[in-house]
């Protein structure tokens, strides 16, 4: 059966926030029925398999309606909210599927407390996956891509360029700190306000915000917190991105032969370093700490040994060679593990590095690192050592042929210039794909690495 829907009610389906992702968990609703909501105000929070993300509304209008209560995983394409539109044209809606009963909403793992959006870039997709949730008739609505993937750049639609150019979690800072966006000055590409410039306008005379320190174990938010009640056992559904993680890490294992070596390193002079990097005028205010110079270390070494960055390519049964580096720099968040990149390292300055690192611990802690910033890595770095690990065999990010993974740097008694010293000492950790490195080239990497670290200067003979 066919029928129409009222004139003024348009439905916001669920979009495909990734690269063929099929479905997604709503983590919040930012909205209730009755409430007023403006174009590019972000509505809900859901959770894929790859991040955390915020999704704006494409038109003005009053909720009248949410399809799916918080911890629902739903299909993409699913409509997810109804909103009253004053002018709204009627909109034809698809045959009605048999009715069928309504099953209650699954009791889900509640959402890590303080954990904090992401905003990425989508498009809608056709594609479907078993539903878990009972779900309402579906309006057929054109999808407003043009205007959302604009809204998603920081640009409004080419209708209303007057509106200031902000992506929606910036929108959603403005409004929940009072900032009238129109009044604010802003500082990013193509007159982009950025979450700056808000705090900016919020408290003019505030202080900056000093770069945050690496953080301990115990700096991260709290794992959700589970009431036993006696039981002997506690199970927790694997979703979203430690569902993605776990098969990764499997696929990776089980597909590409892992070596590793291990080499100790004294890096007190690499110690020495950071504490006059930090006093450096070009770096202040930058993020300088060990983790800066041995991503440095890395990116020479591979200048040096080009094929250790590359990947194995199954199908066309090619090795395929990078003449580029996107750092992964592996992150422990409370949605679990992450490995965001930082696109085209090798090209970076060591400022520049600083920066991209600060940038990428900070989106990460906040829970904001986008699905793009996730892909496409070609060697990664794994920091074990925050965690007191003196070091471990790390499994390879999918598609990439080596990792590296730092332990904790102590101090250690240490042969130095023929004599027993206290010095400050880390165990280095190289795996790597037998496939396409070889004993030889990965042994030539991790020597470099630590011969670096030991003598820092070579960063400025070797690069």
Not at 9 to 28: C, H, N, S
Not at 102 to 122: I, K, S, T
Not at 316 to 340: D, F, M, S, W
């Given at each position: 059966?066919?029928?129409?829907?009222?004139a003024?009610?348009?439905?916001?389906?669920m979009?495909?926030?990734?690269?063929g992702?099929?479905?997604?968990?709503?983590?919040?609703?930012?909205?209730?029925p009755?409430?007023?909501?403006?174009?590019?105000?972000?509505?809900?929070e859901?959770?894929?398999?790859?991040a955390?993300?915020?999704?704006?509304?494409?038109y003005?209008?009053v909720?009248?309606?949410?399809?799916?209560p918080?911890?629902?995983?739903?299909?993409?394409?699913?409509?997810?909210?109804?909103?009253?539109?004053?002018?709204?044209?009627?909109?034809p809606?698809p045959?009605e599927?048999?009715?069928s009963?309504?099953p209650?909403?699954?009791?889900?793992e509640?959402?890590?407390?303080g954990?904090?959006p992401?905003?990425?870039?989508?498009?809608?997709?056709?594609?479907?996956?078993?539903?878990?949730?009972?779900?309402?008739?579906?309006?057929t609505?054109p999808?407003?891509?043009?205007?959302?993937?604009?809204?998603?750049?920081?640009h409004?639609?080419?209708?209303?360029r007057?509106?200031?150019?902000?992506?929606p979690p910036?929108?959603?800072?403005?409004k929940?700190?009072?900032v009238?966006?129109?009044?604010v000055?802003?500082?990013?590409?193509?007159?982009?306000?950025?979450?700056?410039?808000?705090?900016?306008?919020a408290t003019p005379?505030?202080?900056p915000?000093p770069?945050?320190?690496?953080?301990?174990?115990?700096?991260?938010?709290?794992?959700p917190?589970v009431?036993?009640?006696?039981a002997r056992?506690?199970?927790?559904?694997?979703k979203?991105v430690?569902?993605a993680t776990?098969a990764a890490?499997?696929?990776?294992?089980?597909?590409a032969?892992?070596?590793?070596?291990?080499?100790?390193?004294?890096?007190?002079?690499?110690?020495k370093?950071?504490?006059?990097?930090?006093?450096?005028?070009?770096?202040?205010?930058r993020?300088?700490?060990?983790?800066?110079?041995?991503?440095?270390?890395l990116?020479?070494?591979?200048?040096?040994?080009?094929?250790?960055?590359a990947?194995?390519?199954?199908a066309?049964?090619?090795?395929?060679?990078k003449?580029?580096?996107?750092?992964g720099i592996?992150?422990a968040?409370?949605r679990?593990?992450?490995?965001?990149n930082?696109k085209?390292?090798h090209d970076?300055?060591?400022?520049?590095?600083?920066d991209?690192?600060?940038?990428?611990?900070?989106?990460?802690?906040?829970?904001?690192?986008?699905?793009?910033?996730?892909?496409?890595?070609?060697?990664t770095?794994?920091?074990v050592?925050v965690?007191?690990v003196?070091?471990?065999?790390?499994?390879?990010?999918?598609?990439?042929?080596a990792?590296l993974a730092?332990?904790?740097?102590?101090?250690?008694?240490?042969?130095?210039?023929?004599?027993?010293?206290?010095?400050?000492?880390?165990?280095?950790?190289?795996?790597?794909?037998h496939?396409l490195?070889?004993?030889?080239?990965g042994?030539?990497?991790?020597?470099?690495?630590?011969?670096?670290?030991?003598?820092?200067?070579?960063l400025?003979t070797?690069?």
């Amino acid at each position: 059966m066919t029928t129409m829907t009222d004139a003024s009610v348009r439905e916001f389906k669920m979009p495909d926030v990734g690269e063929g992702l099929t479905e997604a968990e709503i983590l919040k609703w930012y909205v209730q029925p009755g409430d007023t909501v403006t174009d590019g105000q972000v509505v809900c929070e859901v959770e894929t398999a790859k991040a955390a993300v915020e999704l704006p509304i494409p038109y003005d209008g009053v909720v009248r309606e949410l399809r799916f209560p918080e911890g629902t995983t739903v299909d993409v394409g699913t409509a997810i909210i109804a909103v009253e539109v004053a002018g709204g044209a009627p909109v034809p809606a698809p045959a009605e599927p048999e009715a069928s009963a309504a099953p209650a909403a699954p009791a889900e793992e509640p959402m890590a407390e303080g954990r904090q959006p992401v905003l990425v870039g989508y498009g809608v997709s056709t594609s479907s996956t078993k539903r878990r949730p009972r779900k309402g008739p579906e309006v057929t609505v054109p999808a407003p891509a043009e205007a959302i993937q604009a809204e998603l750049n920081g640009h409004a639609p080419a209708a209303d360029r007057s509106r200031p150019l902000a992506k929606p979690p910036v929108r959603k800072l403005a409004k929940d700190l009072g900032v009238d966006l129109a009044a604010v000055t802003p500082s990013g590409p193509d007159g982009v306000i950025t979450r700056e410039d808000v705090h900016a306008a919020a408290t003019p005379v505030a202080a900056p915000e000093p770069v945050a320190a690496p953080a301990a174990p115990a700096a991260a938010a709290p794992a959700p917190v589970v009431t036993y009640d006696g039981a002997r056992e506690t199970r927790i559904p694997v979703k979203g991105v430690r569902k993605a993680t776990a098969a990764a890490m499997v696929g990776s294992a089980f597909t590409a032969p892992h070596v590793t070596e291990f080499v100790t390193v004294d890096v007190t002079r690499t110690m020495k370093l950071v504490e006059e990097l930090k006093q450096d005028k070009e770096m202040q205010g930058r993020r300088v700490n060990p983790l800066l110079l041995i991503a440095k270390a890395l990116l020479v070494a591979i200048k040096r040994n080009p094929d250790i960055n590359a990947s194995w390519d199954e199908a066309a049964q090619e090795i395929v060679v990078k003449h580029y580096v996107n750092l992964g720099i592996a992150a422990a968040t409370p949605r679990g593990l992450i490995v965001p990149n930082i696109k085209d390292a090798h090209d970076k300055t060591l400022p520049q590095l600083a920066d991209a690192l600060g940038e990428l611990v900070s989106t990460a802690r906040e829970g904001r690192t986008s699905p793009s910033a996730m892909q496409g890595g070609t060697v990664t770095i794994t920091n074990v050592g925050v965690f007191g690990v003196d070091t471990g065999t790390p499994i390879l990010n999918p598609g990439e042929s080596a990792i590296l993974a730092i332990g904790a740097i102590k101090l250690q008694p240490w042969v130095h210039k023929g004599k027993v010293k206290p010095r400050q000492v880390t165990t280095l950790a190289l795996s790597f794909d037998h496939r396409l490195v070889d004993g030889e080239l990965g042994s030539k990497v991790l020597a470099d690495v630590a011969a670096i670290l030991e003598q820092p200067k070579r960063l400025i003979t070797w690069a």
